[in-house]
C-alpha cells in the first residue's frame, strides 16, 4: 500500500517561526546538499557549532563547516556534470596569458566566452606555453589543452608562439580566437597573431552576442559595434566565467610538420626592475603592511632591502601611511603574489578577498588567534618592528655570506 504523508501544521508553524523555542530542532541538518542543477545548495543557518561561552563559532578550516563531522568531507565535494565532446563540429581557440602560472580572472572569463561561443557542437582548444600551476582547467570549461613547453617558448617569445599558433590554425581551423586584450602579454600576442593570419581582429571586445561584437574605441570613450570576427581580443568581464560544468581538458598534440621554429630574438634575460614601481596585481612578492605597523620607516626599509613591492590594508591608507594605490583588498587590488607577507594586519574578510589566490602567506603578528595567522602558510607571532628588523638583518648577512662565498 503506498504510504500517505501527513502534515503536522503545528510542526511547520514553528519550523517557520524563529523565536519558537523548538525552531531549531525541527530544522533541516543537512548543510550542503546537489540540487536538481548538480550544483551544491547550502543551508547558512547550520554553519558553524555553539562555543564553550555560547557563541555560534564559524570553523574557516572548513572541517566542522555544516556544523557536524557528518557533513564534511565526501559530502561535501562538487561534483559538477561532465561534459564530453567527442566530435566537435568546430573549435573556439583560447589563449589565456596564465600570469603566475594560473588562469587569472580575465582568462577564466575569456573561456566563460568561449564555451558561449562553442554551444553544444563545438569544443574549447586552452593553449597553454611552458610550465604551469592551474589545477582547474576542468572547471574552468576546457575541453582541449594544447601544452607547449621548451626552450623555444621560454621567457618573451612572441614570435615562436604565434608560429606555434599559426601551425594551430592550419591544423584546426578554429571558428574563433579569443585572445585577453591585456597587458600581460595577450594584448601584443593577439595583435601579432592577426598580423601573422592577415585578419582584422576585434579589439578590446566587451560583449558578444547574436554574431555582432562589441568593442571599446576613442581612447576608452566610445563602444564600437561590428560582426564578431573570427579572431577577437577580448577585455576583463567579457562574459561569466564558467560555474556549472566540468570539462574534459583532453590534450591534443601541434601537428610538428605544420610548426617551424623562427630564431629572430635573443633573449637576453630577465632585466631588473624596481619592486616600488611594479603594479600590485603583476607583484610576486608583496610585503603588506596594516595597522600593526610602527614604525614606517623601518617597513619601507625592509621592502627595499627584501625586493618587495609594497601593499597596505586599508587601515594604514586610510592613515595616511601608504598612498591609495598600494590597497589590497575588496576595495583595493587583488593581488596574486607567490609570497605575501603581511604585516600587523588582523586579515578581515575584505582583506582576505584580495589574497585569495597568493600562492604563500607569511604572517607577522601579535595576535596568534587573529584570521590573518589563521590564513598564513607560516606566521611569526611577536612584534612588528623587533621582527622586520631581524629580517633585515639576516638577509643582509645573507648577502655579505653569499660574497664572501662568492670570493
Ligand atoms: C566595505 C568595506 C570594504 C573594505 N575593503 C577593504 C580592503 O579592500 N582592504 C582592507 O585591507 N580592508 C578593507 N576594509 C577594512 C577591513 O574591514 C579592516 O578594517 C582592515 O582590513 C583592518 O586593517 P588592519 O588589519 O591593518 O588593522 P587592524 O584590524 O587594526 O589589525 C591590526 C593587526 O595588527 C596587529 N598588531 C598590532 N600591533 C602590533 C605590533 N606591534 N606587531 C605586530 N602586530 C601588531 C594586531 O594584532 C592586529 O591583528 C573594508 C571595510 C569595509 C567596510
Known amino acids: 500500500m503506498k504510504e500517505s504523508f501527513r502534515r503536522d501544521p503545528r510542526n511547520e508553524w514553528i519550523a517557520r517561526n524563529r523565536l519558537h523555542p523548538l525552531y531549531s530542532a525541527l530544522q533541516t541538518q543537512e548543510a550542503s546538499w546537489i540540487g536538481p542543477s548538480g550544483l551544491v545548495r547550502k543551508n547558512p543557518h547550520v554553519s558553524g557549532f555553539i562555543g564553550p561561552n555560547g557563541l555560534k563559532r564559524i570553523d574557516r578550516s572548513g572541517v566542522q563547516q555544516g556544523g557536524g563531522s557528518q557533513r564534511s568531507g565526501t559530502k561535501a565535494a562538487v561534483q559538477l556534470p561532465l561534459r564530453i565532446i567527442e566530435q566537435p563540429s568546430f573549435y ?26 562553442a554551444g553544444d557542437e563545438g569544443a574549447v582548444v586552452a593553449v597553454v606555453f611552458q610550465a604551469h600551476k592551474e589545477g582547474g582547467f576542468d572547471t574552468a570549461g576546457v575541453d582541449r589543452l594544447l601544452h607547449l613547453q621548451g626552450e623555444a617558448f621560454a621567457d618573451y617569445s612572441p614570435e615562436q608562439r604565434v608560429t606555434a599558433l599559426c601551425a594551430l590554425d592550419t ?9 585577453p586584450d591585456s597587458r600581460t602579454g595577450g594584448g601584443e ?16 571586445v566587451w560583449q558578444v552576442a547574436d ?40 590534450a591534443i598534440e601541434l601537428n610538428e610538420t605544420l610548426f617551424h621554429r623562427v630564431g629572430r630574438l635573443d633573449n637576453l634575460g630577465a632585466v631588473a626592475v624596481d619592486p616600488a614601481l611594479t603594479p600590485m596585481a603583476e607583484a610576486e612578492f608583496i610585503l603588506s603592511g596594516g595597522n600593526g605597523v610602527k614604525d614606517w620607516e623601518l617597513f619601507h626599509q625592509a621592502a627595499e632591502t627584501l625586493g618587495a613591492t609594497e601593499g597596505a590594508s586599508r587601515v594604514a591608507v586610510d592613515d595616511g601611511f601608504m598612498p591609495r594605490a598600494r590597497q589590497v583588498g575588496a576595495t583595493g ?19 582576505l578577498q584580495g589574497i585569495a589566490t597568493c600562492d604563500k ?6 595576535d596568534p588567534a587573529c584570521d590573518m595567522v589563521k590564513r598564513a602558510d607560516l606566521a611569526v607571532i611577536g612584534d612588528s618592528a623587533a621582527i622586520l628588523q631581524a629580517l633585515i638583518e639576516r638577509v643582509r648577512e645573507h648577502r655579505q655570506g653569499g660574497m664572501h662565498d662568492a670570493a
Open 92 to 117: 573556439i581557440v583560447v589563449v589565456p596569458d596564465m600570469v603566475n602560472g594560473r588562469l587569472s580572472s580575465h582568462d577564466k572569463d575569456l573561456l566563460g566566452l568561449a564555451n558561449t561561443l
Open 333 to 351: 587590488t587583488w593581488v596574486t603574489a607567490q609570497v605575501y607577507l603581511a604585516v600587523g594586519i588582523s586579515g578581515a574578510v575584505q582583506h
Open 171 to 179: 591544423q584546426l581551423n578554429p571558428a574563433h580566437w579569443l585572445v
Open 361 to 366: 602567506v607569511v604572517a607577522i603578528n601579535q
Open 211 to 250: 554574431g555582432q561584437c562589441i568593442g571599446r574605441a576613442g581612447a576608452g570613450q566610445q563602444d564600437m559595434a561590428r560582426t564578431a570576427p573570427r579572431l577577437i581580443l577580448a577585455a576583463a568581464e567579457c562574459a561569466d566565467p564558467v560555474s556549472d560544468t566540468r570539462h574534459e581538458v583532453r
Open 189 to 204: 600576442l593577439g595583435r601579432r597573431l592577426a598580423a601573422k593570419l592577415g585578419e582584422r581582429p576585434a579589439t578590446r
